[in-house]
C-alpha cells in the first residue's frame, strides 16, 4: 500500500517510486553507473518506507537521471556543483523529478580517481525523496561532497527521511 502523508513536508504520494536513466557520464561503464545509481537508491529503501524500481520508459517515470554540463544545464565546471536535484514541489507530489550530473567533473566508482558517483547520488535522492542540506557535517545530507559518507546517517538523514516515509517495510 502506499504511504498517505499527513505532514506537510514536500514528499512524494506514493512510497514505490520508479527511476528512468536518460544518459550517463562515459567516465564509467554503463552497467557500473547503473550499478552505482541502483546501490544509492537502496541505501534509502533500506531506511525508510520507500523503494526504488529502475523502469525502461522515461514518460512513466517518477526520477529522470540524466547528465550535463555549462550553465544551460545549471553547472559551473569542473569542481563546483557535481549534480542537483529537484525536491518534491509538495507535499504527496506525483509528478516527474529531474536530477542531473555534470559530465565535467571526473566519476568514479572508488578504483579511480574522481568524485564518488554513488556518494554523491545518494545525497541527490535525499533530495528527490524532499530533504532539505543538513547543518551536520557527518550527514550524507552535508551542503558538500564527502568521499567518506555514502549513505544515509543515523544522527540526521535517517531521522529526517522517517518522519516523511516511515521505518523500512
Given at each position: ?54 523502469i525502461e520508459n522515461e514518460a ?94 543515523q544522527e540526521d538523514d535517517i ?11
Amino acid at each position: 500500500p502506499d504511504f498517505n502523508l499527513s505532514s506537510s513536508k514536500r514528499s512524494w504520494g506514493s512510497n514505490n517510486l520508479t527511476y528512468f536513466i536518460a544518459n550517463r557520464d562515459n567516465d564509467l561503464a554503463s552497467e557500473v553507473w547503473d550499478s552505482l545509481i541502483a546501490e544509492a537508491f537502496f541505501s534509502w529503501s533500506k531506511v525508510a518506507g520507500v523503494s526504488f524500481k529502475k523502469i525502461e520508459n522515461e514518460a512513466s517515470a517518477n526520477i529522470l537521471i540524466n547528465i550535463g554540463s555549462g550553465k544551460e544545464d545549471h553547472f559551473d565546471g569542473p569542481n563546483g556543483t557535481l549534480a542537483w536535484a529537484y525536491l518534491p514541489p509538495r507535499p504527496n507530489y506525483t509528478g516527474q523529478l529531474l536530477m542531473k550530473f555534470d559530465t565535467e567533473e571526473l566519476w568514479s566508482s572508488g578504483h579511480e580517481a574522481g568524485f564518488l558517483l554513488k556518494n554523491v547520488a545518494a545525497h541527490e535522492i535525499g533530495h528527490i525523496l524532499g530533504l532539505s542540506h543538513s547543518e551536520k557535517k557527518t550527514a550524507l545530507m552535508a551542503p558538500h561532497y564527502n568521499k567518506d559518507i555514502f549513505e544515509p546517517q543515523q544522527e540526521d538523514d535517517i531521522i529526517r527521511i522517517q518522519e516523511i516515509y516511515g521505518k523500512p517495510n
